[in-house]
């Protein structure tokens, strides 16, 4: 009954957020809405507009707005999705935006921002597995490795096993020349992995 008053842009976007795991910043919805009927300057209002009907959920986080939906609401948008053929685009622009999250927080994990890093990237945990199971079910494996080369720092703070494993499903991808040294930095991060679990 909801879902009939939204406009169609409102359906569209409302679509194209069940992509997201455990929520999402405005910038991210930005990123990964905000293409065909919608504009990237339409993606606030229309958000904004969703909560106001009470399909999507918002709480401020010190200075930033984060958004979610309820499960239940985010798998009847999700049906949709499937049904309006966008399905892969949303998927592959999601993925996108969080290999270049992780390539962002590289470098940041090790100067003296890396408490709001992690901090960042403990948010958007499930959005990160999400991203990589969309990756690795295209096989898409410059994707996979450039996330797996990006996020060593992050994962040994407690996410060894998951991390390790990981790297193992994109190594074992068929990868072109040209990733060759994607590959020895995942081999690399992987081998590291190892050798704090003591596997040596």
């Known amino acids: 009954w909801s879902y009939d008053l939204l406009s169609a842009e409102e359906k569209l976007v409302l679509h194209r957020l069940s992509v997201f795991a455990g929520g999402w910043t405005l910038e991210l919805a930005e990123e990964v809405c905000s293409f065909g009927a919608v504009e990237r300057w339409q993606v606030l209002d229309l958000l904004s507009g969703l909560a106001d009907k009470s399909l999507v959920a918002f709480e401020q986080r010190s200075s ?74 295209e096989k898409n494996a410059q994707g996979c490795l450039r996330m797996c080369a990006a996020l060593l720092f992050w994962w040994q703070r407690g996410y060894l096993v998951e991390g390790r494993a990981w790297c193992v499903k994109s190594l074992a991808l068929p990868a072109e020349p040209e990733l060759a040294g994607l590959r020895s930095r995942t081999l690399c991060v992987a081998g590291y992995m190892a050798w704090m679990q003591g596997e040596y």
């Open 64 to 137: 930033q707005t984060r958004y979610r939906l309820l499960e239940t609401v985010r798998q009847y948008a999700r049906d949709r999705l499937l049904e309006s053929g966008e399905s892969k685009e949303v998927r592959d622009r999601h993925s996108g935006s969080f290999v270049a999250l992780a390539e962002e927080a590289e470098p940041n994990l090790r100067t003296a921002r890396q408490a709001d890093w992690i901090s960042r990237l403990e948010e958007e945990h499930e959005n990160l597995r999400t991203a990589m199971e969309w990756l690795l079910h």
